[in-house]
């Protein structure tokens, strides 16, 4: 037997005196109660696994990794510090004070990836659909919170049925602050979006804020309003996946950016991505080594243009001779395919890539491409990632249906963008280059910092035949050959104004150089503009024509 403290109450005031006993412990009795902490704890951490443990062979069997095994799969590993395990909700009605597991449905923390800090939450759909409840959305946004506190990307793994029904309008009001910290993060740090399961209703808004989106195929949909809602309203019969899934959302939507078979392949492509971005606005994205010799020219690039003007080539082939190792990792590679975007290197840096796929509808540009590259640029903008303009463009598509779609609102996207942009700009004009559809590809004018063109370029206000034909109307009509005076004034045409030399000597060009040259000015140009600093116009924010 030993005393616990000292001191007892003498009766004259309530102050403890020195030297008398006031409570006597049993040293057994004093031990358990020491231990009693530590086996709460241990029981709680013992609970925690085998919720953990259960939601995993839940997701096996839908032929899904668990909450915690795609975080696992993302991170280094063990990297990963979880934040608020043993969060509950408070919500009591029908029966839910009856079933409060720890974490509520989703985890977060912070991991790394390649050694930088991310933040991430990962949805459990095994917890109530992966419902989002009060303590859910308490959870989400604060990592979000943390992640704008300490600048690193934030990545969020979506798997849930929507709002929790049974908490009412603070499943909706929880909704709301996720939304509001998207745009609170926008263009402050990247945010990264994975649909690994369903996301229906207000749940699709969060991710479309984003700036990328990951869908695996044959497991992820996103929608607003499901099958069962559409066929009961229009009488439509639509499948889940044919619906929101992955293939829908990367080749037809354009809502998602990157679609994978599996999501072990998903979760190896979101590091890829993670590896050329910066951890937010004020850091730069990392920069790798390359070789001595990584600035020599390129002759293979000397015979990519076809000799006949209207022949298609692949802008890929261009792309990825001229960045590091040819490794280029295209955005939304299925979806308005004739514009390609992407990330790169060059001289060891991250770039920005836009470029007219001739492939596909000869390089034009229409609703869709327009609106994908805008937005691709403004994401460069936004983290201050260079951009690289390859330039084949004959011009806007034309037709009813883009008139009637609203194609000069959505080409407007692509020229505010591009002229917003105080990022480095590098254009490089490879063949055509034609009208307004040229002056919205990064042209001079708009402020491009250094624009290049191949002697295969022609840069216009439209293609030779049609210029002809719109300025020699009667003169062709009156000839005693019209066919050959027509291709006599064509012939004259192209050697006066589609080249690139006319638009040289006027300044709207910096240099014609061989296309073997183009990566080795292309370094020098970037070199050049590391340090570039480019004052705007005070204001709140103008306005996009969305």
């Known amino acids: 037997m ?14 403890l005196v020195r030297g008398n006993a006031l409570l006597a412990i049993d040293e057994k009795n004093e031990q358990a109660a ?9 029981r709680r951490l013992a609970q925690l696994e085998e919720e953990s443990q259960a939601a995993s062979e839940k997701q096996s069997d839908r032929g899904k990794l668990s909450a915690r095994e795609r975080i696992e799969k993302l991170v280094d590993p063990g990297s990963f510090l979880e934040l608020d395990a043993f969060v509950q909700h408070r919500a009591t009605f029908s029966g839910m004070d009856a079933r409060r597991p720890y974490g509520d449905g989703v985890i977060t923390g912070i ?4 050694g930088r800090e991310v933040a991430i939450f990962s949805q459990d759909f095994t917890v109530f659909g992966g419902s989002l409840g009060e303590a859910f959305a308490n959870k989400m946004v604060k990592i979000m919170d943390l992640a704008l506190k300490i600048g690193c990307p934030i990545v969020g793994i979506n798997d849930s049925a929507g709002a929790r029904i049974q908490e009412g309008v603070e499943g909706l009001a929880g909704y709301g602050e996720v939304f509001w910290r998207n745009v609170q993060a926008s263009g402050v740090v990247p945010q990264i979006s994975i649909i690994a399961g369903p996301c229906a209703g207000g749940a699709v808004y969060s991710p479309a804020m984003t700036d990328f989106v990951f869908m695996v195929e044959g497991i992820s949909q996103m929608f607003i309003t499901g099958p069962d809602v559409i066929k009961t309203v229009t009488g439509e019969d639509v499948t889940h996946e044919e619906l929101g899934g992955a293939i829908t959302h990367n080749s037809v939507s354009g809502v998602a950016h990157f679609a994978s078979p599996t999501e072990d392949e998903m979760f190896d492509h979101v590091r890829d991505l993670l590896a050329f971005l910066p951890s937010n606005n004020v850091d730069d994205a990392p920069v790798y080594e390359v070789a ?5 020219e390129i002759p293979e690039l000397d015979a990519i243009i076809p000799p006949n003007a209207n022949q298609p080539y692949d802008m890929h082939d261009v792309i990825s001779l001229i ?7 295209e955005v939304q590679p299925l979806w308005a395919q004739n514009i390609i975007i992407g990330l790169g290197r060059i001289g060891g840096r991250t770039i920005g890539v836009v470029a007219n796929q001739p492939k596909v509808l000869a390089g034009t540009l229409d609703i869709d491409a327009s609106s994908k590259a805008a937005r691709f640029v403004r994401f460069c903008d936004a983290f201050n990632i260079p951009l690289v303009t390859f330039v084949d463009v004959p011009g806007f598509l034309p037709g009813v249906e883009q008139e009637y779609g609203g194609i000069i609102r959505h080409g407007s996207k692509l020229l505010y963008a591009y002229c917003e942009a105080t990022v480095p700009k590098l254009t490089v004009i490879t063949r055509k280059a034609y009208g307004g559809a040229y002056v919205v590809m990064s042209s ?5 910092d250094v624009s ?6 022609e840069i216009a206000v439209m293609g030779s035949d049609a210029a002809v034909r719109l300025i020699f109307r009667r003169d062709i009509a009156g000839a005693d050959d019209p066919n050959l005076r027509e291709r006599e004034l064509i012939d004259e045409y192209k050697d006066l104004f589609a080249t690139p030399y006319q638009a040289a000597g006027r300044g709207h060009i910096e240099a014609v150089i061989h296309p073997r040259e183009t990566r080795r000015r292309l370094i020098q140009s970037l070199e050049m503009l590391r340090h570039k600093r480019e004052e705007r116009p005070a204001r709140k924010h103008g306005n996009i024509p969305l």
């Open 2 to 15: 030993r005393y616990a403290m000292s001191g007892a109450n003498t009766g004259r005031d309530d102050r």
């Open 34 to 42: 020491a231990e009693l902490p530590a086996e709460h704890f241990a």
């Open 111 to 114: 991991g790394r990836v390649d």
């Open 292 to 296: 001595e010799d990584s600035d020599v």
């Open 323 to 329: 960045v590091d190792d040819g490794e280029f990792l």
């Open 444 to 448: 001079r004018s708009i402020r491009s």
């Open 452 to 457: 290049l063109a191949w002697p295969s370029a």
